[in-house]
């Protein structure tokens, strides 16, 4: 039997909805905030990493994933914690690669490109996989013995967007100034990746 307090202690049914409606509406914020577009790429890093894990965009006119075109500039924090961006690496050339442990051909190329980054000084190779676990990435990196290559974790798949990366592995050549001399989409050998290179010197 339902005593004269019960009654009295329930809530209007409008307001009980409201309170239902509120929960989901915040379950489903925090389920989906980070995929916001004003969120992209902002994942807060503070300290040392085991790969370097690209936090912010940089905006520059005219900038496009394409030959010819100012190489689209990000930053990141690496491992030690330091900050360093596409742009602060002039005047030296880049070599940017974007691949994935799950990509064959990419694991395949990796030591190619290691070896190169050990004779080209002068050039910075990075190794920007597709948002896979840092201690993944990491555990890779040291299984095949890769000391040269830099990687860098692309969080959201930001950076790959601004490359237009429909494919993998894809290798920008980006020379001294900042604009990409050369575009590789596949796997390369000894001989493209000295045309590449040769673009950038």
């Given at each position: 039997m339902t005593?004269v307090?019960?009654?009295r202690?329930?809530l209007?049914?409008?307001v009980?909805?409201?309170?239902?409606?509120?929960?989901?509406?915040a379950?489903?914020?925090?389920?989906?905030?980070?995929a916001l577009?004003f969120?992209?790429g902002r994942?807060?890093v503070?300290?040392?990493t085991k790969?370097g894990?690209?936090?912010?965009?940089?905006?520059?006119a005219?900038?496009?994933?394409?030959?010819g075109a100012?190489?689209?500039?990000?930053?990141?924090v690496?491992?030690?914690?330091?900050?360093?961006s596409?742009?602060?690496?002039?005047?030296?050339g880049?070599?940017?690669?974007?691949?994935a442990?799950?990509c064959?051909?990419c694991?395949?190329?990796?030591p190619?490109?290691?070896r190169a980054a050990?004779e080209?000084?002068?050039i910075v190779?990075?190794a920007?996989d597709l948002d896979?676990d840092?201690d993944?990435?990491?555990?890779?990196?040291?299984?095949?013995?890769?000391?040269r290559?830099e990687?860098?974790?692309?969080?959201d798949?930001?950076?790959?967007?601004?490359y237009?990366?429909?494919s993998?592995p894809?290798?920008?050549?980006?020379?001294t100034g900042?604009t990409?001399?050369?575009v590789?989409?596949?796997e390369m050998?000894?001989?493209?990746?000295?045309r590449?290179?040769?673009?950038?010197k």
């Amino acid at each position: 039997m339902t005593s004269v307090l019960d009654d009295r202690a329930r809530l209007p049914r409008p307001v009980v909805y409201l309170i239902v409606g509120a929960i989901a509406a915040a379950t489903l914020l925090a389920l989906f905030w980070p995929a916001l577009p004003f969120n992209e790429g902002r994942r807060i890093v503070l300290g040392p990493t085991k790969v370097g894990v690209i936090t912010r965009q940089i905006e520059s006119a005219g900038a496009a994933g394409r030959e010819g075109a100012p190489a689209p500039d990000f930053e990141w924090v690496a491992p030690d914690g330091s900050r360093v961006s596409l742009g602060s690496l002039r005047p030296k050339g880049v070599v940017v690669n974007f691949w994935a442990t799950w990509c064959e051909p990419c694991t395949r190329e990796m030591p190619l490109l290691d070896r190169a980054a050990a004779e080209n000084p002068d050039i910075v190779f990075l190794a920007v996989d597709l948002d896979e676990d840092g201690d993944r990435i990491r555990t890779f990196f040291d299984k095949i013995g890769l000391r040269r290559l830099e990687p860098l974790l692309d969080v959201d798949l930001v950076t790959t967007k601004r490359y237009t990366v429909l494919s993998l592995p894809s290798t920008f050549f980006v020379d001294t100034g900042g604009t990409i001399r050369h575009v590789r989409i596949g796997e390369m050998d000894q001989e493209k990746l000295l045309r590449g290179l040769d673009s950038i010197k």
